[in-house]
C-alpha cells in the first residue's frame, strides 16, 4: 500500500476537505495554501493543501487518487465509503452515479432462483427476496426492483463484497423504499483484466483444479507476505513486478483469478484472517493462499485445496457463516450443507 508522508489529516465540515478558502473564512477559520512538500513513497508531487492552525488539510478525492483506494459517497446516510482493496476510479462523485448502463424496467418477472437453494441460507436479512435479484442480477446485469430493509441492504452490501471485485455488484435505490441490483464493470481494471485474462488464456484446455493451482502459483509469484501492507486486484494483476500484501491482497488476488476464469469463489474471514472458498469436482473447497504461499516458496510445490474441517484453530472461525453461505448458495444452487 502506499504510503503518503508529511500528512496530517483532518475534518472541517464544508471547509477545506470539500471546499476551498471561501467556505473556510464565511466560518470564522483562517486557512492559507500550504507550502510544506508533500511525498508519496519518498517522490515528491503536487497536491493542493491548505494549512489551518499548524495542520494540513486536504480533499479526500485527491488523497485517494496519490494513494490508489476508492472513495464514494451515499446520499442515502451522508456517509463517506473507503474502500482500500480498490483503486481509485476518478473525480469523487456520489456512489450513486457510478454506473455503467443505465438499468431498464424489466418486462419479466423476477425468477423465482431461491426454490432451488437451500433453505438454510436464507434469514430475516438474508433473505429469498434478495436472492433471486442478485442472481438475476449476476445473470442478466441488472435486477427487477425489489422493496429492502436497511438490516437486509447491510448484509448485501457484505455477500456483494464476498463474491466479486470485478465485476461489482451495485445495490441502487429506486425511491420509496426499493432498490434494484446492477453489474459494474470499473474501468480502473481494463490493464488488470487485460493482463489476468492473457495469463488465463495460457491455461487452455486445462481442468479447472489444474487451472486453480496455476492461479494460485500466479498470484503467489505476484505476492510478497507483509501483514502491514494492502495489494489490490487492480494493482496486483495490472503491472508487472513483486508486490507486498497481507491476507486479504492474498484472498482478493486469487478471487480477482477465479472471476476472470469463471470459477465460483468467495472471500470469507476470521477475526484475524482471510481466505477463501471454491467451487470445484461438485463442491466447495477451502483456499488458503496465504499459508499455502509459504509451502509453496519453501518446496516448489503444496496442496491447495482443503476441506473446511482441516483448518483448525480459531484464526479459521468464520465471522459471518451465514453471508458465506448465501454467497455460496448464489454461485451454485443447493450446493452448501
Same mark, same amino acid.
Given at each position: 500500500?502506499?504510503?503518503?508522508?508529511?500528512?496530517?489529516?483532518?475534518?472541517?465540515?464544508?471547509?477545506?476537505?470539500? $471546499?476551498? $478558502? #471561501?467556505?473556510?473564512?464565511?466560518?470564522?477559520?483562517?486557512?492559507? *495554501?500550504?507550502?510544506? @512538500?508533500?511525498?508519496?513513497?519518498?517522490?515528491?508531487?503536487?497536491?493542493?493543501?491548505?494549512?489551518? $492552525?499548524?495542520?494540513?488539510?486536504?480533499?479526500?478525492?485527491? /488523497?485517494?487518487?496519490?494513494?490508489?483506494?476508492?472513495?464514494?459517497?451515499? @446520499?442515502?446516510?451522508?456517509?463517506?465509503? /473507503?474502500?482500500?482493496?480498490?483503486?481509485?476510479?476518478?473525480?469523487?462523485? =456520489?456512489?450513486?452515479?457510478?454506473?455503467?448502463? @443505465? *438499468?431498464?424496467?424489466?418486462?419479466?418477472?423476477?425468477?423465482?432462483?431461491?426454490?432451488? !437453494?437451500?433453505?438454510? !441460507?436464507?434469514?430475516?436479512?438474508?433473505?429469498?427476496?434478495?436472492?433471486? &435479484?442478485? *442472481? +438475476?442480477?449476476?445473470?442478466?446485469? +441488472?435486477? &427487477? @426492483?425489489?422493496?429492502?430493509? #436497511?438490516?437486509? *441492504?447491510? &448484509?448485501?452490501?457484505?455477500?456483494? &463484497?464476498?463474491?466479486?471485485?470485478?465485476?461489482?455488484?451495485?445495490?441502487? =435505490?429506486?425511491?420509496n423504499g426499493a432498490a434494484h441490483f446492477q453489474r459494474k464493470y470499473s474501468s480502473a481494471y481494463e490493464n488488470a483484466a487485460r493482463t489476468g485474462q492473457a495469463f488465463l488464456d495460457t491455461l487452455a484446455g486445462k481442468s479447472a483444479d489444474d487451472k486453480l493451482y496455476a492461479i494460485a502459483c500466479y498470484v503467489c509469484d505476484r505476492l510478497e507476505y507483509d501483514e502491514s501492507s494492502t495489494a489490490t486486484p487492480r494493482a496486483l494483476h495490472a503491472t508487472e513486478g513483486v508486490k507486498k500484501g497481507n491476507c486479504m491482497s492474498y484472498a482478493h488476488g486469487f478471487q480477482y483469478m477465479c472471476n476472470l476464469a469463471n470459477i465460483p469463489c468467495i472471500l470469507v474471514h476470521s477475526d484475524v484472517h482471510q481466505w477463501n472458498e471454491v467451487y470445484t469436482n461438485g463442491r466447495w473447497y477451502s483456499v488458503d493462499l496465504t499459508s499455502f504461499d509459504i509451502r509453496y516458496t519453501e518446496t516448489g510445490s503444496a496442496r491447495l485445496l482443503a476441506d473446511a474441517s482441516e483448518l483448525q484453530g480459531s484464526i479459521y472461525l468464520q465471522s459471518e457463516p451465514q453471508l458465506a453461505r448465501f454467497a455460496k448458495e448464489l454461485f451454485v444452487p443447493n450446493s452448501t450443507k
Open positions: 500500500m502506499k504510503q503518503i508522508t508529511n500528512l496530517a489529516l483532518g475534518i472541517l465540515i464544508g471547509a477545506v476537505a470539500f $471546499g476551498g $478558502g #471561501a467556505a473556510t473564512a464565511a466560518s470564522g477559520i483562517m486557512a492559507t *495554501r500550504s507550502e510544506m @512538500p508533500f511525498f508519496v513513497n519518498g517522490s515528491p508531487v503536487t497536491v493542493d493543501a491548505y494549512l489551518i $492552525g499548524e495542520n494540513n488539510y486536504l480533499k479526500l478525492r485527491d /488523497i485517494a487518487a496519490l494513494a490508489d483506494f476508492g472513495v464514494t459517497w451515499s @446520499p442515502e446516510s451522508g456517509a463517506v465509503l /473507503i474502500d482500500t482493496m480498490v483503486g481509485y476510479s476518478g473525480e469523487f462523485k =456520489p456512489a450513486e452515479a457510478v454506473t455503467t448502463t @443505465p *438499468r431498464q424496467e424489466s418486462a419479466e418477472p423476477q425468477p423465482n432462483y431461491h426454490e432451488k !437453494a437451500n433453505a438454510s !441460507a436464507f434469514d430475516n436479512a438474508y433473505t429469498a427476496e434478495a436472492y433471486d &435479484a442478485l *442472481r +438475476q442480477c449476476m445473470a442478466d446485469g +441488472q435486477s &427487477a @426492483p425489489i422493496t429492502i430493509s #436497511a438490516e437486509t *441492504r447491510a &448484509a448485501m452490501q457484505g455477500v456483494t &463484497a464476498a463474491i466479486s471485485s470485478y465485476p461489482s455488484y451495485d445495490l441502487k =435505490p429506486d425511491g
